[in-house]
């Protein structure tokens, strides 16, 4: 403690401050690993950072024979156990879908089982037989099943969507040769995101509308249109204002901060996430493609109906537009297999351009923002 602290003697080591000299639990651990080498915790720390901080296997090595750190094998199989469970969140949520999801198909068995049956009944009845007890009850247990039906529905939890996206990486070869050239890496990333809104109201498997019914003036915007698009824009410039000029930030107080919608509490809450990794594959490439929409759907909630049928919870994979069109090729080019699993229909692909988003705004910047503080200057 006294060579830690100077300041400190025989008679002081009492008031001796760990916070202020963590040094002392570094040298502490590093001795008592080596007495016991279960007594690891600390260079284990130290190891995680260091790694994440991208230090080499070089430094490791050297590190771990002053007792410092763990060997790369150990801090490999550390961070393996660490990351054991980390779709586990994203299980939960597929569960809750798919014991939902079964429920519900039971049930509609078991409806369409009491029809056939009451088809049945309808048939002795104009024979003349006496089917109206039976008809009665059945009557009874087709509209508790219908009750039960629509009470899934509205209980049924909040799905998820999956975020793909590409990653492509260069690296240069310091000293390059015929056999070391630079290496270029096309891999893809992908995220799961609960859904904060849960619209049990909207089917999923067909259109509220038919498109050759809708007319035209209902893509024209109405006055109400007009006038809650002006209402939005209102709140957007006054926070542009309040935040932009420091003469007006008097009146931050007054200006809403988010705009006022349907849905306002539940977006308010922070979105769910769960990191799924890196899939090694190239989404250029078709076969890899293929692979990757095939790995993606092992996620979806899918329960077994009797007669080789299959019913999917659906699940959107959201990304740009080259995603987009590769995952539907992806499809496209497994239609004809035998089930749906294998055809992949449990995924649909949406369009979510923020590379598009992205140019907007930088050209924004460029011949407006820069623009403007040239002519000021």
Not at 132 to 141: K, N, P, V
């Amino acid at each position: 403690m006294a060579a830690a602290d100077p300041t400190s003697n025989t008679r002081t080591t009492s008031t001796f401050d760990p916070v202020k000299h963590p040094g002392v639990y570094t040298a502490a651990s590093i001795l008592l690993k080596k007495r016991d080498k279960a007594m690891s915790l600390v260079p284990y720390i130290i190891s995680t950072v260091l790694k994440v901080g991208k230090t080499s296997k070089t430094a490791f090595v050297r590190l771990n024979h002053l007792g410092v750190t763990m060997s790369p094998k150990s801090v490999n199989k550390a961070l393996d156990l660490i990351g054991e469970d980390y779709d586990a969140k994203l299980h939960e949520w597929k569960d809750r879908v798919f014991q939902n999801l079964s429920e519900k198909v039971e049930t509609i068995q078991e409806r369409e089982r009491l029809e056939l049956r009451k088809q049945e009944l309808n048939q002795q009845l104009l024979s003349g037989e006496e089917v109206g007890t039976q008809m009665t009850e059945l009557e009874a247990a087709a509209s508790c099943l219908d009750n039960t039906i629509s009470k899934l529905e509205e209980e049924c939890p909040s799905s998820f969507n999956i975020v793909l996206d590409n990653i492509d990486l260069k690296v240069l070869a310091s000293d390059m040769t015929s056999d070391n050239q630079n290496k270029d890496y096309h891999w893809c990333n992908h995220n799961a995101h609960l859904d904060r809104v849960n619209p049990v109201q909207l089917e999923n498997d067909e259109p509220i509308a038919n498109l050759q019914d809708v007319p035209n003036s209902a893509f024209l915007p109405s006055l109400d249109d007009q006038n809650s698009l002006l209402s939005d824009f209102v709140i957007l410039v006054g926070r542009v204002i309040v935040e932009s000029l420091p003469e007006f930030s008097i009146f931050k107080d007054v200006v809403p901060l988010h705009i006022k919608h349907k849905y306002s509490d539940e977006l308010k809450k922070k979105t769910e996430t769960v990191n799924l990794g890196v899939l090694f594959k190239n989404e250029n490439l078709g076969e890899e493609m293929i692979d990757i929409v095939r790995e993606l759907h092992e996620l979806v909630p899918t329960v077994e109906v009797p007669g080789g049928e299959e019913a999917f919870d659906r699940v959107p994979v959201v990304g740009d537009q080259k995603t987009m069109e590769r995952g539907v090729e992806a499809q496209f080019s497994v239609r004809n297999a035998y089930t749906k699993s294998r055809r992949l229909e449990g995924l649909f692909f949406q369009l979510a351009d923020w590379h598009h988003e992205n140019k907007f705004l930088s050209v924004s910047q460029v011949y407006v923002y820069y623009l403007v503080h040239s002519l000021l200057i």
